[in-house]
């Protein structure tokens, strides 16, 4: 592949990233907001409970919140315990803050039971868009580029539900990916190495950097005929970006795409 072949490729890739993005939201990605929008954050104590309960659970909600996702809890299975918080107002005669001279509200906890989504079924939630395909040997070249740049790389079955992540040097992934989704990965995190961890300038924002990551993975990806299905444009638009951000950064992006094209290609760029 020549360098101009390349730079060809990544301004095709990132003209059809554009047009995605100006489309705004995808349906899959409204309706997984939707859905996640209606699962409850909970506390560090009540993370613990659940942990300890039901260490391999995922994502838990009540019996109501399930029933309105279109799911149910299988007959027999054992509810999590948690405790939820309820707020109890005082009574019009109850005696007054003397600080604020307003009654005082009380909060008290109570015992309730969540489920993990393994302990239900119904009907499938909506899942998150994901590149698809067959690397075919690419991941290992592109593995080892990211060993010349002195990156090491680590594996973890654990990661805060995040997929993958780069901390200057180091890039880890989670265990259990498939291929084409790992090569995503990897792109994704040796794009943030690159552009992100590379020099000691001003740090751009949560937004730009993921941006930037994603679409350096997304013209990656094409090059060597991953479909994207709409992943990238979901993901950066899940990070509040959208074409004005990529256009911001079309060089920066370019650039590091066209750098590791160049680098996993069968053939060195001439």
């Given amino acids: 592949m020549k360098a101009e072949q390349a730079k060809k490729l990544a301004d095709e890739s990132l003209a059809n990233l554009a047009t995605a993005l100006e489309q705004g939201r995808s349906e899959t990605l409204t309706a997984y907001l939707t859905t996640m929008a209606r699962f409850h954050r909970y506390?560090?104590?009540?993370?613990?409970?659940?942990?300890?309960?039901?260490?391999?659970?995922?994502?838990?909600?009540?019996?109501?919140?399930?029933?309105?996702?279109?799911?149910?809890?299988?007959?027999?299975?054992?509810?999590?315990?948690?405790?939820?918080?309820?707020?109890?107002?005082?009574?019009?005669?109850?005696?007054?803050?003397?600080?604020?001279?307003?009654?005082?509200t009380l909060l008290r906890f109570k015992a309730v039971y969540v489920f993990d989504v393994s302990q239900t079924d119904g009907q499938q939630l909506p899942e998150f868009a994901t590149v698809s395909g067959n690397p075919n040997g690419h991941t290992d070249r592109l593995k080892a580029f990211i060993a010349q740049q002195g990156i090491s790389l680590e594996y973890a079955d654990d990661l805060d539900g995040a997929d993958g992540a780069s901390a200057g040097g180091r890039i880890i992934l989670h265990t259990g990916l498939t291929p084409a989704k790992e090569f995503s990965v990897l792109a994704h995190e040796a794009a943030h190495e690159m552009l992100h961890h590379a020099d000691n300038g001003p740090r751009p924002s949560k937004t730009v950097r993921e941006t930037e990551a994603e679409a350096v993975a997304f013209v990656v990806c094409e090059a060597i005929g991953l479909a994207s299905n709409g992943a990238a444009a979901d993901y950066i638009q899940l990070y509040n970006g959208d074409e004005?951000?990529?256009?911001?950064?079309?060089?920066?992006?370019?650039?590091?795409?066209?750098?590791?094209?160049a680098a996993i290609a069968e053939a060195p760029v001439e």
Wanted: glycine content about 6%; overall charge positive.
């Fill in 244 to 261: 004005d951000t990529l256009a911001a950064s079309l060089d920066r992006i370019q650039k590091t795409a066209t750098a590791i094209i």
């Fill in 43 to 104: 506390s560090f104590g009540n993370i613990m409970l659940i942990a300890s309960q039901k260490p391999d659970a995922t994502r838990v909600a009540g019996f109501q919140t399930w029933k309105k996702l279109g799911r149910w809890v299988k007959a027999g299975e054992k509810g999590i315990l948690i405790f939820a918080p309820i707020v109890i107002r005082p009574k019009e005669d109850q005696p007054a803050d003397t600080a604020s001279q307003e009654p005082r």
